[in-house]
């Protein structure tokens, strides 16, 4: 499963699930460098950033922010 990372509320990093719904996720669990924005593969019970999937979905909102601005 793919989240990611929407805010973090006290010791809670809030996670918007691929169906749109939220998890909470304690910070203590997150990859060492986790940050808001990022993407989470959830495997069992290992967290890991998907560095690619951060990228690309940081390029498309630059991208759409780039077009709102023109």
Do not use: H, Y
Not at 12 to 38: Q, T
Not at 47 to 66: A, C, P, V, Y
């Amino acid at each position: 499963m793919k989240v990611i990372i929407d805010r973090f509320e006290g010791e809670l990093a809030v996670c918007e699930k691929e169906d749109g719904s939220f998890m909470d996720i304690s910070k203590e669990s997150l990859p060492n460098g986790a940050k808001a924005g990022d993407v989470l593969v959830i495997k069992e019970n290992d967290l890991s950033i998907d560095k690619q999937g951060t990228k690309e979905r940081r390029e498309r909102i630059n991208k759409l922010m780039e077009d709102i601005w023109e």
